[in-house]
């Protein structure tokens, strides 16, 4: 078998205006299409930092697998410990006699960011706030995130406990698209548990409130503390694109909300998606060796969405890379190959190409045939070298 390589097509994208470099003040950030699975900008996104009150959501994220699983249900009550009660910082404000449901717990991690909150959680799940930091650790590695460390269940200060940009980017996303109907409760702005706290019952996400008519926030987390400075994991969506988002350092709420609001609004309008190969489209027909059929089609999971800088004057490049012929039997799905995608100004996705169906191996004399033809075909070679 060789390598083959085929050129697909080359796209002509002709645009008016340049694409704008975002020189954002945060002292890290991280700006992702989940669309298209773009990273639209990076700074300093692999170093672990303070995250703060954002490293909430991987205590949501563990709460929301052990709903998924069964472990728990929205109704399933927790106990108070004294030291979930005497958390400080922010707090959701549960007390010793409290039996807060999955559900209340929820909101008041998302709305309030309770601290009491995580430690119920965390001792809910694990027994102690320390067992399940071990178990987010683990889970961290086990998810890719391997910039990040946890050594307790709020982001309460802690010199070991430590987080990447590129990390939360990865856990919002995940938060996303594993829990849909779980993450509705992002975009909530208010909850006030047993109206105890008003001044504490609002949402302190600045985009939820915008209304914008070019796009809609719905998540994330906010976080604060003095070492970390003012930081945001947020998520907004416009059409068929969403944009996740990370931002930490920046020094008050205002200059994290209008840092916030700048970033969203430059990844929707410095770039442009498009589709350039639709869900189910046959990509290639690619050779087959010893099958009930030549040559089988190979095509994408979900189709191709790239996204066009602004101002690119040149081709949008595909090549769809396999070895070939490919040996039967062959089923649907398979991954056969590879389709890499140049995008002149972003760099260069890869995405896997799988088997449009099914191709059963072929019986004696089909194999005879086959054999026939590959000794010519060697033979040519032979003589043409």
């Known amino acids: 078998m060789r390598a083959l390589t085929f050129r697909i097509f080359a796209l002509l994208m002709v645009l008016a205006l340049p694409a704008r470099a975002f020189d954002t003040n945060a002292r890290a ?49 927790f106990p108070v410990s004294t030291k979930a009660w005497q958390m ?10 409290d039996r807060p449901t999955v559900e209340d717990l929820i909101h008041g991690i998302i709305i309030n960011s309770g601290n009491d909150a995580c430690v119920v959680v965390a001792e809910g799940l694990a ?33 070991q406990h430590r987080m990447s940009m590129h990390d939360l980017g990865l856990l919002a996303t995940r938060l996303i698209t594993e829990f849909p109907e779980l993450y509705k409760n992002f975009a909530l702005t208010e909850y006030n548990y047993k109206g105890r706290v008003p001044s504490n ?21 906010t976080g604060h503390t003095q070492e970390a400075g003012y ?15 990370v931002i930490t350092g920046l020094s008050s ?22 589709t350039i190969i639709p869900k189910d489209e046959i990509v290639i027909q690619a050779p087959v060796w010893l099958g009930d059929k030549g040559r089988v089609g190979l095509t994408t999971r979900d189709g191709v969405r790239v996204l ?52 059963a191996r072929t019986g004696v004399f089909g194999r005879i045939q086959s054999a026939a033809f590959r000794l010519g075909e060697r033979a040519i070679q032979s003589v043409r070298n």
């Open 29 to 77: 950030a991280w700006v992702y299409d989940v669309a298209t699975g773009t990273v639209l900008m990076e700074k300093n996104a692999d170093e672990p930092l303070p995250p703060a009150s954002m490293s909430k959501l991987m205590t949501l994220n563990m709460l929301f697998e052990a709903l998924h699983d069964g472990r728990v249900a929205m109704d399933t009550t």
């Open 88 to 97: 400080g910082g922010s707090k959701m404000f549960v007390e010793p006699a």
């Open 127 to 159: 027994g102690t706030e320390e067992a399940f930091a071990r178990l987010m650790n683990e889970r961290a590695r086990q998810l890719g995130m391997a910039n990040s460390h946890f050594v307790n269940s709020s982001g309460w200060p802690d010199p």
């Open 201 to 221: 019952a609002g949402n302190r996400n600045p985009l939820l409130r915008l209304g914008t008519g070019d796009w809609k926030a719905d998540g994330l987390k």
């Open 231 to 245: 930081g945001l994991v947020g998520s907004a969506v416009q059409s068929d694109r969403r944009i996740v988002f």
């Open 253 to 274: 709420e205002k200059a994290r909300a209008e840092e916030a609001e700048q970033i969203v609004n430059w990844a929707y309008r410095q770039f442009t998606m498009r």
């Open 308 to 359: 066009i800088p602004a101002g690119t004057q040149s081709g949008v490049k595909a090549e769809a890379v396999f070895k070939g012929p490919i040996e039967a039997p062959i089923t649907k799905g398979d991954q056969l190959g590879e389709l890499i995608v140049d995008i002149p100004g972003a760099g260069q996705s890869r995405l896997p190409l799988l088997a449009a169906s099914d191709v």
